[in-house]
């Protein structure tokens, strides 16, 4: 077990300061691959508003999936994504997951232009 830690910005410290905040948040499996959008409050009620979603996984909601999702922010629309994890282990877990795969990506919606994503 690696001793590093990352330094997270506190508008990403937990789920609480995810939800007062106006950051995006989404989820990723690592099984199938699948980004979903995630609202934050309903993640402070779910898991309490100090919890924080660093090194937090998740059951895949996708129907046929048994893989385990983590947590991605941004702290604005547009903005970098951070990769929620801090822990090497988990880190390194990555090397081997799915893609990341979305509407955009599966090619399921029309974008408005070619080559734009809009996948937020
Ligand atoms: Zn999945």
Known sequence: MSQINRIFPRWAASWGTLARSNAQVRSQCRM???QQRVDASVQALRFGAAASPVDQLDGCTIVG???RVYFLAARSYGRTWLTLLSSEDLRETLAGAAQPANAVS???VRTKSPGVSDAG
């Open 32 to 34: 199938c691959g699948i």
């Open 106 to 108: 599966l090619d399921l």
């Open 65 to 67: 999936c048994h893989g």
